[in-house]
C-alpha cells in the first residue's frame, strides 16, 4: 500500500516538526514525532500494523501530551498525505488514504484514552478519598459514594473494553435518592432541580458515550468522558455544599434544646429571602413563646424547666417538616422560619403545634406538667426589614399572652397595609 517516497514522507514529517514547535503547548518531543513516523512507513507497508498506534496514544496520554494536540497532529499528516499524492492518482486510492487516518487516528484514541481513564479513576479514588470530608453527613455521602463507585465502574469498562449495561437513570440509587430522602434534606428547590437535571444528563452522557464505544469511535468517547467528568464534579460540588450547609447547621445548635442558635437565624434568613425574591415564593416566620416559664422554674426547679424547653422543641420538630427551621431566640422564646409557605399555612403549622403541645404534657418523675405556649404567624413582607417583620411577629406573640384565657382561643389579625398578614395565638397553661 505504499503510496510516498520516503523522501517526501520526510518533508512531510519536516513540516510537522517546524508546526509543532510553533503551536503546541504541551512538549511533544522530537522522538514521538519520530516514532509516529517509523509505525506510519510499517502500516503504509502493512495496514494490519494500525493497531500499533494504540501504544503511540498510551504512550502520549502518560507524555501529558494534550489530546487536541495529537489530533492536530494527524490532521496535519492527512492533509499533507492528501496533497502529496501523485496527480494521476486513483480516486479510490485516495479514499483508502482518507480511511486509513481514520483507523490510525481511532487507534491512538483507543490507546491514549485508556490511560486517560485509569488517570481519572486516580483522580476519583484520590476524591473519594481527600476531598469528600470525613465528618460528610450521611444523608448526603451515601447517596455521592454510591455514584463515584458507579463512574469508577464505567470508566473500568472503557479501559477493560467491556459493555456497561447499567445505564438506565430510573434505576440508579442516587435517581431513588434524590426522589426520596434527597427531596426531603434538599430544601432549595433551585438546587434540587439542577442536581436532578445534572444526574439525568450524565446518564445520557453514559448511554451516548456507550454508543461510541459499541461502534469503535474513540476520539468521541474521548470528549464524552471529559463532559462525563465535568457534570459529576457540578453534581460534587452542589453536595459538597448541601453537606457544609447542614454542618454549620448543626454547629450552630443550642447544646441544651437542639435548636439553632440565634446567631445563625440572619444568615438564613437573608439566604432564603434571596431566594424568595428569585422564585417569588412566600415566607413566614412563627414566634413562639412558652407560657408563665418562670412559674415553671420556682415551682419545679430549673432542671425542669431546662426539660420544659426541650419538650417544647421536640414538640415543634414533630410538626414542621424537614426544609423548616427552629431557632432559640432567647430564653424561652422561639422563632421557626418557614420557606415557601405563606400565612394560611404557617397559621395550620402553629395550630398544630398548640394542639401538639396541648395534648403531650410533660412527664418528670411520672408528673405530668401542662406546658402551653403563645403564638404570633407573620407572612414576611421583604419590602420591609428584618427587624421590623421579627417585631411584628412578636407583638403577636406578647399580644396573645396578654389575652390569654384558659381552655380559650382569640385569633387576631393585625391591621395595616397588609391585613391578615400576622395572626396572635394565645393559648392556655396549667399545672
Same mark, same amino acid.
Given at each position: ?140 455521602s451515601y447517596p455521592l459514594k454510591i455514584h463515584i463507585a458507579y463512574i469508577r465502574r464505567f470508566l473500568y469498562s472503557v479501559v ?43 446518564? !445520557? ?82 414566634? #413562639? ?19 420544659a424547653l426541650k419538650h417544647f422543641v421536640r414538640v415543634i420538630k414533630e410538626n414542621i417538616r424537614k426544609s423548616d427551621y427552629v ?18 399555612? #404557617?397559621?395550620?403549622? #402553629? ?24 403564638f404570633g404567624v407573620k407572612e414576611l413582607d421583604i419590602s420591609e426589614t428584618i427587624e421590623s417583620n421579627i417585631k411584628a411577629a ?17 385569633? !387576631? ?19
Amino acid at each position: 500500500m505504499v503510496i510516498l517516497s520516503d523522501e517526501k514522507i520526510d518533508i512531510i514529517f519536516n513540516r510537522l516538526l517546524v508546526y509543532v514547535e510553533r503551536n503546541f503547548k504541551s512538549f511533544v518531543h522530537k522522538e514521538n514525532l519520530l516514532y509516529i513516523k517509523h509505525t506510519l512507513k510499517r502500516v503504509l507497508e502493512d495496514k494490519d500494523k494500525v493497531v500499533e498506534f494504540e501504544e503511540i496514544g498510551r504512550l502520549f496520554a502518560e507524555s501529558n501530551i494534550l489530546f487536541m494536540e495529537s489530533m492536530f497532529v494527524f490532521d496535519f499528516l492527512r492533509k499533507n498525505f492528501i496533497a502529496h499524492l501523485p496527480n494521476d492518482i486513483d480516486l479510490r486510492e485516495a479514499k483508502r488514504v482518507e480511511r486509513l487516518f481514520d483507523d490510525i487516528t481511532n487507534y491512538f484514541s483507543k490507546g491514549y484514552l485508556k490511560s486517560y481513564c485509569i488517570e481519572k479513576i486516580d483522580n476519583i479514588n484520590f476524591i473519594e478519598a481527600n476531598i469528600i470530608p470525613k465528618e460528610m453527613i450521611e444523608i448526603y455521602s451515601y447517596p455521592l459514594k454510591i455514584h463515584i463507585a458507579y463512574i469508577r465502574r464505567f470508566l473500568y469498562s472503557v479501559v477493560n473494553e467491556e459493555a456497561f449495561i447499567d445505564k438506565d437513570y430510573n434505576s440508579c440509587e442516587f435517581s431513588t435518592w434524590l426522589k426520596k430522602e434527597g427531596k426531603n434534606f434538599i430544601e432549595e428547590e433551585v438546587i434540587l432541580k439542577r442536581v436532578i437535571i445534572l444526574h439525568k444528563v450524565l446518564h !445520557n452522557l453514559i448511554s451516548i458515550t456507550e454508543d461510541y464505544k459499541k461502534k469503535g469511535l474513540y476520539k468521541e468517547v474521548f470528549f464524552s468522558i471529559n463532559e462525563i467528568e465535568d457534570t459529576f464534579l457540578q453534581i460534587l460540588t452542589y453536595m459538597l455544599y448541601l453537606n457544609t450547609k447542614a454542618l454549620t447547621v448543626e454547629f450552630s445548635k443550642d447544646p441544651l434544646t437542639g435548636a439553632l442558635t440565634r446567631r445563625v437565624f440572619y444568615t438564613i434568613l437573608k439566604k432564603h429571602i434571596e431566594i424568595s425574591e428569585l422564585t417569588k415564593l412566600p415566607i413566614s416566620i412563627i414566634m #413562639a413563646d412558652l407560657d408563665f416559664f418562670k412559674k415553671i422554674n420556682d415551682t419545679y426547679g430549673h432542671l425542669v424547666g431546662d426539660e420544659a424547653l426541650k419538650h417544647f422543641v421536640r414538640v415543634i420538630k414533630e410538626n414542621i417538616r424537614k426544609s423548616d427551621y427552629v431557632f432559640r431566640f432567647g430564653g424561652e422564646e422561639f422563632i421557626i422560619l418557614l420557606p415557601h409557605t405563606s400565612l394560611k399555612e #404557617a397559621v395550620e403549622i #402553629a395550630e398544630k403545634i398548640r394542639k401538639s403541645l396541648e395534648s403531650k404534657p410533660l412527664v418528670v418523675d411520672g408528673k405530668e406538667i401542662k406546658i402551653t405556649a403563645s403564638f404570633g404567624v407573620k407572612e414576611l413582607d421583604i419590602s420591609e426589614t428584618i427587624e421590623s417583620n421579627i417585631k411584628a411577629a412578636d407583638e403577636k406573640s406578647l399580644q396573645s399572652q396578654r389575652t390569654w384565657k384558659k381552655q380559650s382561643r382569640v385569633l !387576631n389579625y393585625s391591621q395595616g397595609s397588609k391585613p391578615h398578614s400576622c395572626i396572635a395565638f394565645p393559648s392556655s397553661f396549667s399545672i
